[in-house]
DNA sequence: CTGAATCCATCGGGATACTG
DNA sequence: CAGTATCCCGATGGATTCAG
C-alpha cells in the first residue's frame, strides 16, 4: 500500500470528517442499533441539542446515516447506519481497539512530558 | 468488541488527537521514512511553520513521534516514529484503505444531497 | 418528541516577521 | 537549518430560546 500516495488523498477528508467532537461517536453507537433523536440525546452524556442534530444531518449528507421519519403523533425520527456507513465500523473498530491498547502508554508519554 | 462500551472510552480522544489538520497526514509520512524539519515542511505543501512545529510537539508529547537532535553546524533535526507510532501505521492504514475504496460513494451522497 | 434560530465564547490555524 | 513570537480571522461548538 503507497502510504505516502495515500496521505494527500481522501484519508485526510475522512479523518477532518470524522474528526469532530461527536461523529465517530454517533457512528460507533449507531453500529450497535438504530436510536431516536431523544435516545440519542440521553445516550450520549454532553451534547447539545444543536451538535446532535448538526452532526447528525453532516452524516446524513455523507451518506453514511440514514434518517427515518414515522408519521406518528407525537412524531418518531429513526437514525441508523447506511451500509456504507456499516463498512466503515470495520476499519474504525482497528482504531478503537488500537486506541484500548494503548490508552495507558499515551497516558505514560503525556505525565512524562508533563 | 463491546463497541458501546468502547465509544465513552479513550476513542473519541485518538480521534480528535488525531482528528485535526495534519497529525494523522505527519503519521502517516513519517511511517515512510524519517523525515527532517524542512524535509516535512516541503512534503506536506501548504502547512505553515507554526503548525508543523506545533503539531510535530503534540505529537511527541503523545509518545508518537522521537525528534533527535543532532549537534551539528548548521543543526539538523530528525523526526521519526516511535514503536507507539508505528504501531497506529496498520489500523491507520485499515482507515486510509476504506477512504479510498469508497470516495466516490462518498462524493456521490454529498452531490445527490447538494 | 424533534428539532430550528440566535447569540456568544473559545480555539484552531494562517501570515508574517524575527532568532540562535 | 530549525525554529519562536505576534497578530488576526474564521470555524467550532455550547447555552438558551422558540416552534411544529
Redesign the interface.
Given at each position: 500500500?503507497p502510504?505516502?500516495e495515500?496521505?494527500?488523498?481522501?484519508?485526510?477528508?475522512?479523518?477532518?470528517r470524522?474528526?469532530?467532537?461527536w461523529s465517530?461517536?454517533l457512528v460507533?453507537?449507531l453500529?450497535?442499533r438504530p436510536h431516536r433523536y431523544n435516545d440519542l440525546h440521553r445516550s450520549i452524556?454532553g451534547i447539545s441539542q444543536r451538535m446532535l442534530t448538526r452532526t447528525l444531518r453532516a452524516l446524513?449528507?455523507?451518506?453514511?446515516v440514514r434518517r427515518t421519519v414515522f408519521p406518528t403523533v407525537p412524531p418518531s425520527v429513526e437514525y441508523s447506519l447506511t451500509p456504507?456507513g456499516r463498512?466503515?465500523?470495520?476499519?474504525?473498530?482497528?482504531?478503537?481497539?488500537?486506541?484500548?491498547e494503548?490508552?495507558q502508554?499515551?497516558a505514560?508519554?503525556?505525565t512524562?512530558?508533563a
Open positions: 500500500m502510504l505516502a495515500l496521505a494527500a488523498c481522501p484519508v485526510g477528508d475522512v479523518f477532518r470524522l474528526g469532530d467532537k465517530m461517536l460507533i453507537l453500529g450497535t452524556e446524513e449528507a455523507d451518506g453514511l456504507l463498512s466503515l465500523l470495520a476499519p474504525l473498530s482497528a482504531l478503537a481497539d488500537w486506541a484500548v494503548h490508552e502508554d499515551i505514560a508519554a503525556r512524562a512530558t
